[in-house]
């Protein structure tokens, strides 16, 4: 990873760091964090797209419903009390 992290900076809370000069350990968090945040990235992607899908079969459902498909729900009797 040394040639990848040329260039590369890492921003915390007091200061910007060189990733070119972080141990060994620090690069390989810093390549998996990279590539976390990008999967991550995807899976909002992918949720985004599925709603949208949810959406459209919610649509295409709700556009081809008639009165003749209601189902006519009985009313429970009430119960006789128990005095």
Do not use: H, I
């Not at 810093?30 to 945040?37: A, H, I, K, W």
């Not at 919610?58 to 009430?78: C, D, I, R, S």
């Amino acid at each position: 990873m040394s040639e990848e992290a040329k260039g590369w900076t890492f921003t915390a809370d007091d200061g910007t760091y060189a990733v070119e000069k972080f141990t060994d350990e620090g690069k390989l968090a810093f390549n998996l964090l990279l590539e976390t945040d990008k999967e991550l990235r995807a899976a909002q992607k992918t949720v985004a797209k599925l709603d949208m899908a949810l959406r459209g079969f919610n649509g295409a459902v709700a556009g081809q419903l008639t009165e003749e498909m209601l189902v006519m729900e009985e009313k429970p009797e009430p119960l006789d009390s128990m005095d």
